[in-house]
T-cell receptor
């Protein structure tokens, strides 16, 4: 199974709402990632979890709160978002065993988020 | 600033033709990768080339790496309509951490039947 599953596929929320994005993988990968991608732009790294610990936070605003409850699951909690946060949010995972394996990331199909 | 930069930004070719995309980067790297993204979907890893390699093949894909020029190219031979997608290069930051890498702006390839 080389699949990373993201739910929901689409999400519309108001600026006062609280919602969560979910990501799941069963490949035994110990690194998981959140990316944000605006239209016609490359993905931008937001967070990296390594062995369920937050290892990279790319200065993301606190209205985005990641959580890694176990090695297979990654959540992104959203609160008080702005319209400019509308984007495709991608989850990815990778192995941790060596430098090359770490670089090869497996992506989910993404959650398309619209903030009204 | 971005580590990887692709050119061209958009490329339109006929089915059966070859497509070449280029990527330049600024700092030293351990590896360079190419990913494909179909419209609005997740990225799919295509190929990884290490900094000590000059060329690598995978099916219809050929990747070259010139570390002296800090550039790479992706060649897709005998293109098909299904190759229509955005192609991104991704470079690491040359450290031992390996996970924090940067995508270039991408090339949007259209293969016309």
């Amino acid at each position: 199974d080389t699949e990373v599953t993201q739910t929901p596929k689409h999400l519309v929320m108001g600026m006062t709402n609280k919602k969560s994005l979910k990501c799941e993988q069963h490949m035994g990968h110990r690194a998981m990632y959140w990316y944000k991608q605006k239209a016609k732009k490359p993905p931008e790294l937001m967070f990296v979890y390594s062995y369920e610990k937050l290892s990279i936070n790319e200065s993301v605003p606190s209205r985005f709160s990641p959580e890694c409850p176990n090695s297979s699951l990654l959540n992104l909690h959203l609160h008080a978002l702005q319209p400019e946060d509308s984007a495709l949010y991608l989850c990815a995972s990778s192995q941790e065993e060596d430098l090359v394996a770490k670089n090869i990331q497996y992506f989910g199909a993404g959650t398309r988020l619209s903030v009204l | 600033s971005q580590q990887g930069e692709e050119d061209p930004q958009a490329l339109s070719i006929q089915e059966g033709e070859n497509a070449t995309m280029n990527c330049s980067y600024k700092t030293s790297i351990n590896n360079l990768q190419w990913y494909r993204q179909n419209s609005g979907r997740g990225l799919v890893h295509l190929i990884l080339i290490r900094s000590n390699e000059r060329e690598k093949h995978s099916g219809r894909l050929r990747v070259t790496l010139d570390t002296s020029k800090k550039s790479s190219s992706l060649l897709i031979t005998a293109s098909r309509a299904a190759d229509t997608a955005s192609y991104f290069c991704a470079t690491d930051r040359g450290d031992n951490y390996g996970q924090n890498f940067v995508f270039g702006p991408g090339t949007r390839l259209s293969v016309l039947p």
